[in-house]
């Protein structure tokens, strides 16, 4: 049983309660560690550490260049403290190690962009319409800003915000999922040797309770969130009342698209990776299949036999390819929308039901389920269910393929498959989403945006447009008049 403290002003801290908590192995069932229980006090700590950071330490008054080194020896810090980040992270959340290593070995790859990136925002020069008038623009940071990451990806999700938002020259607090708080508090472990000043990123750990005192906290000046829609709504609200930024990253049903022309033994590869790869638990997961009508019934019939040879068990072998999901609650809601959906009418081709494979252990496994016979108005097609379940629906033509992916309240991502080039085109126009993905899925890079559009989501991640989102503009307006013109006429 290992015991965390919290990163607070640089140093390592019980919670003020000194109550803490266990975190649970999903894969065996069993608490391996031991979480402060944050509350009020502690969120008032890393904020005021946060705010002296920002007011009053040396990382308001280091040049962008300077900041960006700190962020390059942040990146070969986490390079060479890679295995311990992805052991960690694998035993608190059950994601396979094969998909975690590899975002953990990305992730440098984040703070070398950005902190390249830090020293070449540039302001403006206006060639304004005043005689005598200099005028130009200055981009600043926002101040202090909140992280609170969901619990399937805390080290990408918390990376996504922190490489942008340092690189603008914010500070940081920085709150994970109370059931995957390990991996974030290890890698704040690294911040010292890095060089990052004393205060500038703070870990708080525990329940809603903390991120709520951390949200509503009057000298935050960002919230930058990664989780449910309800989360989501409950912190723009709460950012709303003091006019707090925010950048939301919430929920998806996306469409993966299959077309009668595409390469489809490349295409089922596509939809398997866009739903079971992951167990599910991806806000970009291909949830809802759309198959063209003359190629649905073969296609869902090899889709199924493709997935049921699903190796399921440990998340630590590397030839696992389904893991346990994440946490009681969202196993107990997996499974409460595979009973929705079969008394919604749906055809459970394959799965449907709890794992029970010698493999699997004691751990929190759904068999990968394949629902056929689904319509768009069904709720198994329009709420996130977070989990390896997958609806197939039919479509005649490029038109009913827009009018269903579209009609969703989420509009996260897309996939389309087709070897019509016109069709890539028109059909990445068509879709009301934050991304499209022709003929592959879920690739992401520390290059381009990534958000939603609808109720997936604000803002965006990644990208030169992220850390834009850190930064706010200032016009510095300067007289070269000899004289001062009529006081009482504005110029």
Known sequence: MHDYEMFIDGQWVAAASGDAFETVNPFDGKPWARIPRGGAAD??????????????????????????????????????????LIRVEVTDNGKLISEISAQVRYLPQYFRYFGGLADKIEGSVLPIDKAETFNFTRHEPLGVCIAITAWNSPLLLAVNKLAPGLAAGNTFVVKPSEYTSASVLELATLFEEAGLPQG?????????????????????????????????????????????RATLELGGKSANIVFADANLDNALKGAVSGIFAATGQTCVAGSRLLVQRSIYDAFVSRLVDFAA????????????????????PQYDKILDYIAIAKAEGAECRLGGQPASRPECGAGQFVEPTIFSGVNNAMRIAREEVFGPVLSCIPFE?????????????YGLAAGVWTSDVRRMLTMSERLSVGM??????????????????KRSGLGRENGIEAIHEYLQTKSVWISTATEVADPFVIR
């Open 309 to 328: 040879t699903a190796r399921m068990g440990d998340p630590m072998r590397k030839e696992t390819q389904v893991g346990p999901v994440t946490t009681p």
């Open 43 to 84: 969120a008032e700590a890393a904020v005021e550490a946060a705010h002296r950071a920002f007011t009053q330490g040396p990382w308001r008054r280091m040049t962008a260049t300077a900041r960006g080194q700190v962020l390059h020896r942040l990146a070969d810090a986490i390079e060479a403290h890679a295995d311990r």
């Open 397 to 409: 033509d490029e038109d009913e393929a827009v009018a269903i992916a579209n009609d969703s309240p």
């Open 200 to 244: 500038v990123v703070n870990v708080v750990t525990g329940y809603a309770d903390v991120g709520a005192a951390l949200v509503a906290h009057p000298k935050v000046a960002k919230v930058a969130f990664t989780g449910s829609e309800v989360g989501g709504q409950r912190v723009a609200e709460a950012a709303a009342r003091d006019f707090k």
């Open 436 to 453: 499209v993905w022709v003929n592959m899925y879920r690739a992401v890079s520390f290059m381009s945006p990534f958000g939603g559009y």
